[in-house]
């Protein structure tokens, strides 16, 4: 069982149309309904039509026209790392390979640079805040309990590096990665085990070693992009 997510009228509409979009359901140069057909078909009024549209507007989803005519925008081209999580499934209510490959190698390359900036900025501060984080993985053999300590852990790093460009991309990647949380359990299991190069990597944040961060990050992380690309066919 799930709790069920209260949403408002506008953003069930939002939801429906970017994803009609993100799914090319409704291609580049398409213009969408008018407000009032819009509002019949979904029975909905149309101040919760318009408000959709704004969003939909500020995600760069589509843009109106002179005239009032509303456009569906290239994403491709236009949109922003918080479109991910729209993105993860496909038409076919499928994992989008594409995607998600994208998300690994973004991951990837990111986790390094996010933990040697994170030495840089404080690390000896940083360093306490994850030592409890590493007593209590060391004391757990509950995989499920793992995964959630070690996005704890990376979530403290994140903000440890007083970059607000990672923090962003950060939560972005978070909400697609909590849409397939319970299946990443099992596939990254490899990674949620390995607390020893985590505790090594705590050492150097506290020591404030950016290098050897960087290679202890980039250690941790390949376990779970091997075990990721390996799930997902990696051509």
Request: proline share 3%.
């Amino acid at each position: 069982m799930e709790i069920i997510q209260k949403t408002s009228i506008s953003e069930q509409v939002y939801l429906q149309l970017r994803d009609r979009i993100l799914k090319k359901v409704l291609p580049v140069g398409a213009e969408l309904p008018s407000e009032r057909e819009l509002s019949e078909t979904l029975g909905v009024n149309r101040g919760a039509v318009r408000e959709a549209i704004k969003r939909l507007q500020q995600a760069r989803l589509v843009r109106v026209r002179h005239g009032g005519a509303t456009q569906v925008e290239n994403f491709e081209a236009e949109g922003g790392l918080e479109l991910l999580p729209g993105l993860i499934v496909n038409a076919q209510g499928q994992i989008n390979l594409e995607v998600a490959r994208g998300i690994v190698a973004l991951r990837k390359a990111l986790a390094p640079v996010v933990a040697g900036q994170a030495a840089l900025h404080d690390g000896k501060a940083l360093a306490e805040e994850l030592k409890p984080l590493i007593a209590e993985m060391q004391n757990t053999c509950e995989l499920p309990r793992l995964q959630q300590l070690a996005f704890d852990f990376w979530a403290l790093v994140v903000q440890g590096s007083g970059n607000v460009v990672f923090k962003l991309a950060f939560n972005s990647m978070n909400q697609t990665y909590l849409a397939a949380w319970q299946t990443l359990t099992l596939v990254m299991q490899d990674e949620f085990r390995d607390v020893n190069t985590l505790a090594h990597l705590v050492q150097a944040i506290e020591a404030g070693e950016q290098r050897r961060c960087e290679v202890l990050a980039r250690q941790h992380v390949e376990l779970g992009s091997r075990a990721l690309n390996s799930a997902l066919g990696k051509p």
